[in-house]
């Protein structure tokens, strides 16, 4: 079935350890993006990449970084996680088109302590 | 700055119309998206609107005023699968999205 397949859907971590977040999708979409989402907030950009190769700075990118070395995956790696990157995290994907909607993950529930 | 207001809750009755209001106040704008948010899911794809009108689709519809920075998500013969959240995301002038928070939907019998 085609599709973001996200890794681990649940997580809880110790503040300091490091973490990376699995994205992968199945689609040749070349747009991907991490987005965080936080009870009362909007979904917020936390990096993306428009093609393989290429990555960007969201709205929230602190603490975070990404790769895109193909066009299939884009795993997020928290360095050294802290309390405030308690969220679900999402991973999503466009076919690039300006208007292109985006398809979504199931997404990653992250509890740090 | 750059912003985009829905309700927080709204409630309706199963069988009934509902509207969901989105407000927005971007530097620009090339599109706007609803989403579908099921508790615990992903958001899922349901309407866009670039141009002023309505678009319909089955039992729902979007409508966008460009002018007045407004959009409206109607859900006609709620169904109990409805209680969902709705996300509301325009596309701004550096073509990245913009969400609002959501509105939460409760339908009750």
Not at chain 2, 8 to 13: D, I, L, S, V, Y
Request: with cysteine.
């Amino acid at each position: 079935i085609a599709g973001i397949t996200q890794a681990p859907t649940s997580q809880i971590l110790a503040a300091g350890r490091r973490m990376t977040l699995r994205c992968t999708q199945d689609m040749r979409h070349n747009a991907m993006y991490w987005y965080r989402q936080d009870l009362g907030l909007g979904l917020r950009l936390i990096h993306y990449s428009n093609t393989a190769g290429t990555t960007g700075k969201g709205e929230v990118p602190d603490g975070y970084s990404v790769s895109r070395a193909n066009t299939d995956d884009f795993p997020l790696t928290l360095a050294s996680a802290v309390p405030s990157q308690t969220s679900v995290y999402f991973c999503a994907s466009s076919s690039g088109d300006d208007t292109g909607e985006l398809f979504f993950g199931e997404g990653s529930r992250l509890t740090v302590l | 700055g750059q912003n985009i207001d829905q309700p927080t809750e709204m409630t309706a009755t199963e069988g009934a119309i509902v509207q969901i209001n989105c407000t927005y106040q971007t530097s620009g704008f090339n599109g706007l998206f609803w989403y579908q948010q099921h508790a615990g899911e992903a958001p899922t794809f349901l309407s866009y609107n670039v141009l002023d009108g309505l678009e319909e689709k089955g039992r729902f519809s979007s409508f966008l005023s460009r002018s007045k920075g407004y959009s409206y998500l109607l859900l006609k013969e709620l169904q109990m699968k409805d209680s969902a959240s709705y996300l509301c995301a325009v596309i701004g002038s550096n073509y990245q999205l913009i969400w609002g928070a959501g509105t939460k939907l409760i339908i009750k019998p």
